[in-house]
């Protein structure tokens, strides 16, 4: 099979699974019929406010008229509002809320993915050319206590570390809590407004991509760029501390499965120096095994990523969907849900396509 | 099995502990009296009211106590019962589901199979906790239904795999004779083929126990658990530390609260994870390489 033969082919598989993700969001989201509506009235709580939402939504017509409309609001960015009790966002819609909530986790998600990358396949790689040596054992237990320790308790304890009375030297301490320190860079400090200070849509200033670290970069705001960075450094460390160890550990065993195949043996025979046959012929069969992993590697790191949010106060989709479960705001927990199962089924998707491209072997089936 | 588990000192020491914690769970509620599932609460400690400053680790109160006046240690013990009783419901009854799943899946083929892995496969795209939020949300805050929620979120990972498992099974040459003896499709899996394909659902099992005691903690720590602030539940202990308000400045000022219920609940889950590892190694030896 032709590679966009099967780009197309997975493309097409992808509209069941995206249609029964909806199917599972439209039941769970219908399981309260009083907190969806009250998720569409808006800052109105009124008999006709629900009545009018009750036609639009089409609840009192059949099931299939009911996920029609339902489906039809999800693709037309129709979300509801957020709750009367937000304290700050009351009526806004969903959507919106999405909007300026999403570029934070997918900035702390890429950085955490990023140190694990870096981090924790070479380890996987160096575990399994040292076996049972020091280096071996040492990475090992690394991955073993990084999968079992609970991502809010070190995110607690590194904000313990790190905060005004922790005991890292002073120049290490960082003020910890969400993004960046607005009021450093507001009206306050030098007079001057830094563009990118608006935080939801204030005064008309634009933020060209909600990324801290790429919009302070736009503005060629230095000393606010690394501000942005020491904020998220924390919490993205938290992140990849906690789902290095699936992926070391797999790394560490394709490695040894590759080692052991015939053509380790005839590279080493004809005398191939052991760093090219490691670095030419097994890492890179270790790595095209590894990706099939990364699917369930990115459900446990959004995961991670929604608890360590909650954590350090970052202003992402996982605080959101904390503060709002805490408040029954149906339509947002919903939002993100959707929005989270998507990003994985997307990110599977092309995990799946750079496997098949890797190893065109997955591609004859 | 436990011959060979018991030749590494590591497995030995995951399964001494793991001991440790069950016995735990059944005498330490005993041990400490009072209700099993609720902290101790301490209000007045020489005439100090403590409701809103924890005290330091001290004889009368090992682990110091947490905002609240709850007594730590009280706290810590009676929640591994809470932990390990979750724990074991979840995994025993999402192993049970996903496994039947799976099995049917992987002996039926064809488009029965396909149905089950597609909605599978959907509930493995939603990050756990997350699901698991939701469908808090729609159940209610109630310790039932923290545990339907679990095993909602818990029995797909079993389908995949057995229904990997029973693939390759199937394929033998005794499940062959089986079927020539005219043996039902259902006494050919459930006395064949699963039996055969059973050691690495005991080490997802193993391993699931501290996964699901993650969960469960996380969810108490964000405020999904039942019954409120005083739930013996070693996340809903830690969560309690951060109850007080103040942020950063003042966690740091009480580190034990944090530090001392975490460092238990990351003991057991070391020791489980490396249980299910050590069971993996004895009953499929090619893995240890």
């Known amino acids: ?52 939402v009750i036609h639009e939504l089409h609840l009192n017509g059949p099931v299939y008229v009911q996920f029609f409309y339902y489906f039809t609001n999800l693709f037309t960015g129709k979300w509801g509002y957020l709750s009367p009790t937000e304290p700050v966002d009351a009526g806004t819609p969903v959507f919106t809320e999405f909007l300026r909530r ?50 809010f308790w070190i995110g607690l304890l590194i904000l313990i570390l790190i905060g005004p009375k922790g005991p890292l030297p002073h120049f290490l301490q960082v003020t910890t809590e969400g993004q960046i320190d607005f009021l450093k860079y507001g009206f306050t400090s030098s007079g001057t407004l830094q563009p990118w200070v608006a935080v939801s849509g204030a005064s008309g200033i634009s933020r060209p991509t909600g990324f801290m670290l790429v919009d302070t970069l736009l503005y060629g705001d230095v000393p606010a760029f690394l501000d942005a960075l020491e904020h998220v450094i924390w919490p993205a460390l938290v992140v990849a501390l906690t789902s290095f160890g699936v992926i070391t550990r797999f790394m560490r065993s394709s490695m040894l499965e590759t080692l052991g195949l015939d053509y380790i043996r005839t590279a080493r025979s004809k005398g191939l120096p052991e760093k090219i046959v490691i670095k030419k012929h097994a890492r890179r069969n270790a790595y095209g095994a590894t990706t099939t992993v990364m699917g369930l590697f990115f459900a446990g790191l959004l995961s991670g990523v929604t608890v360590t949010e909650y954590v350090f106060g970052w202003p992402g989709m996982g605080q959101w969907l904390y503060t709002a479960a805490a408040r029954a705001d149906l339509v947002s927990v919903m939002a993100t849900t959707f929005v989270f199962t998507i990003v994985i089924v997307i990110a599977n998707l092309i995990v799946d396509l750079i496997y098949s491209y890797l190893d065109p072997r997955v591609r004859l089936d | 099995m436990l011959y060979f588990l018991t030749r590494s000192p590591l497995s030995t020491a ?61 706290g810590v013990v009676k929640g591994a019962r809470i932990d390990l009783e979750v724990s074991a419901l979840v995994v025993f009854s999402g192993a049970l589901i996903g496994s039947v799943l799976g099995a ?29 939020v939701v469908l808090l949300l729609v159940l209610g805050k109630t310790l039932t239904s923290m545990v339907e929620a679990l095993v909602i979120v818990w029995w797909p990972f079993y389908t995949r795999l057995v229904r990997g498992q029973v693939l390759t099974a199937r394929e033998h040459k005794y499940v062959e004779a089986s079927v020539a003896a005219g043996a039902s499709p259902f006494r050919t899996v459930l006395r064949h083929i699963l039996p055969n394909s059973i050691y690495p659902i005991y080490v997802q099992v193993s391993l699931d ?22 739930l013996a539940e070693w996340g809903n202990i830690i969560g309690l530390a951060t109850a007080g308000g103040g942020g950063v400045e003042t966690i740091t000022s009480y580190w034990w609260t944090i530090l001392i219920p975490g460092l238990v609940l990351l003991i057991l889950v070391v020791s489980l994870n490396i249980l299910g590892d050590g069971i993996r190694d004895v009953t499929d030896p090619r893995s240890r390489m």
């Open chain 1, 102 to 151: 999403f570029p934070p986790t997918a900035e702390l998600s890429i950085i955490a993915t990023i140190f694990v990358i870096a981090l924790g396949l070479p380890l996987g790689v160096l575990s399994g050319v040292k076996k049972d040596r020091g280096v071996d054992h040492a990475t090992r237990l690394a991955a073993m206590v990084g999968v079992s320790i609970p991502t």
């Open chain 2, 104 to 132: 049917i899946a992987g002996y039926v083929g064809g488009t029965v199979s396909d149905v089950i892995m597609r909605i599978t496969d959907i509930f493995l795209s939603i990050p756990f906790i997350v699901l698991a």
């Open chain 1, 1 to 52: 099979m032709k590679l966009y033969v099967y780009v197309i082919r997975r493309l097409i598989l992808l509209i069941p699974v995206i249609l029964g993700v909806t199917v599972i969001t439209f039941i769970l989201s219908h399981a309260d019929i009083g907190l969806l509506i009250a998720g569409y009235e808006g800052k109105t709580r009124s008999l006709a406010a629900r009545l009018i």
């Open chain 2, 209 to 230: 126990f501290g996964n699901v005691i993650l969960t469960l903690a996380s969810l108490d720590f964000l405020g999904f658990g039942f019954a409120g602030q005083n």
């Open chain 2, 14 to 74: 995951g399964l001494v502990i793991t001991i440790f914690y069950v016995l735990l769970a059944i005498f330490g509620p005993i041990i400490v009296g009072g209700n099993p599932e609720f902290m101790r609460e301490v209000l007045y400690y020489n005439g100090q009211y403590i409701y809103n400053t924890p005290l330091p680790p001290q004889p009368a109160f090992p682990f110091g106590t947490t905002y609240g006046g709850f007594d730590i240690f009280n």
